[in-house]
């Protein structure tokens, strides 16, 4: 029986083939010619589904590879050249210990830190829950990074990265998806799971050495998705978007704890960009990022950032749409603000990275490479490296 290989068995297979031309090198230079300097990975870098900011380095993950953008320059890393994983599910950085954690669909993490990854693979590791170790989110509070995954949230300490408490959040704490965490400053924590039979958000007082998770009031039966929480420090409240399925409505909410009482909170529309807001209905917000005092949320046609220069006080700043690029450029996935040059970088299907400077500058970002992962066939084209005068054949 022929059995066929699929596309992505044989791009593993040129991968082995280039990752195995070392030696191949090494015995060209015995006899002469010249050698290879470096290696430069064949990954697809025109799709983008995670992005987060450290400083002036942005950083930008497609499903297997990492570009990190420095005022226009990139660098790229993947297996190839750093990264431990395949498989890209979650990417946020920490700017006290100016760390980035990158997730993967296995439980792996690699940490970025200076130029250097270093993995973790405890999730990876460990023989409970298998089959629900996927990083979902992370969240940092006090010198620890909360790592989302499908069974619960697993706490590591940054400076050394050894793993900590695991926090299940289910009823009598057992095992339940996370699919989005972050905590305020005041280590309150607010999760999101769909599998939660209080179908409800979750608060819970990190502090605690076992915390107990309650929901907001008041109640709120979710009958969509939250995939996306972050914590505004500008304005002091959670932020929450809901993609509502009854109503195919995409809405943003106020989560906002209550003085004097750690683990409670209040739920309201988010002022100007709720329900009410004509660009924020019947599109799916598929991206919340806050840096500074800005709120940047991406949905299926635009980006919309938005300044707090004083709490409660908002100046709209940009709609990020399609009008300002040619037809079938502009599909977000995610994008983050850079408060210090203006700009914002907004993940994007099939063209690469955009870059934004005040509606008016706006640029690609896309690395030479492959279209997609679906490759079945290498075609060598021109005269070569060294301008060699024999045509070369196809492999």
């Avoid at 994007?348 to 066939?377: E, F, H």
Wanted: a negative charge.
């Amino acid at each position: 029986m022929i059995r066929r290989i699929s596309p992505k068995i044989l791009l593993t297979l040129f991968t082995a083939l280039l990752l195995g031309l070392p030696a191949q090198a090494q015995s060209d230079k015995v006899r002469g010619a010249e050698s290879f300097d470096f290696w430069v990975d064949h990954l697809p870098y025109n799709s983008f589904y995670h992005i987060a900011a450290l400083d002036d380095l942005t950083f930008a993950a497609t499903e297997n590879s990492l570009l990190i953008v420095h005022q226009g320059e990139y660098e790229r890393l993947s297996r190839v050249n750093g990264l431990t994983g395949s498989n890209i599910t979650a990417l946020a950085s920490d700017e006290n210990s100016q760390t980035v954690w990158i997730g993967y669909a296995n439980g792996r993490l690699d940490i970025w830190e200076n130029g250097a990854i270093q993995s973790i693979v405890d999730i990876v590791e460990t023989p409970s829950y298998t089959g629900l170790k996927q990083v979902n989110d992370f969240a940092f509070y006090n010198g620890k990074a909360y790592v989302a995954t499908d069974f619960g949230v697993v706490e590591f300490d940054i400076a050394t990265r050894l793993a900590g408490r695991t926090l299940l959040l289910g009823p009598n704490y057992t095992p339940v998806e996370i699919l989005s965490i972050d905590i305020n400053p005041d280590g309150l924590a607010l999760a999101w799971s769909p599998n939660h039979p209080s179908q409800d958000l979750l608060l819970g007082n990190i502090t605690e050495n076992n915390p107990n998770w309650s929901a907001p009031t008041p109640a709120w039966t979710i009958t969509g998705s939250i995939d996306h929480i972050c914590w505004h420090d500008a304005e002091q409240t959670f932020i929450a978007a809901y993609n509502d399925l009854p109503t195919g409505q995409s809405l943003l909410y106020r989560i906002t704890p209550q003085p004097g009482n750690p683990i409670t909170a209040t739920k309201a529309a988010y002022p100007g960009m709720g329900n009410s807001h004509p660009t924020m209905m019947y599109h799916n917000i598929l991206d919340l990022h806050t840096t500074g005092q800005t709120l940047t949320v991406t949905r299926n046609y635009n980006v919309l950032t938005r300044t707090a220069t004083a709490p409660l006080t908002y100046t709209d700043s940009a709609n990020i749409s399609g009008v300002l690029f040619a037809e079938g450029v502009f599909n977000p996935t995610c994008a983050t603000h850079d408060d210090a040059t203006g700009t914002t970088y907004i993940g994007n299907r099939r063209t690469g990275l955009i870059r934004s400077r005040n509606l008016t500058d706006n640029s690609r970002i896309l690395p030479n490479a492959p279209y997609s992962t679906r490759g079945y066939k290498i075609i060598p084209y021109g005269l070569g490296r060294n301008n060699s005068p024999v045509p070369q054949t196809s492999a």
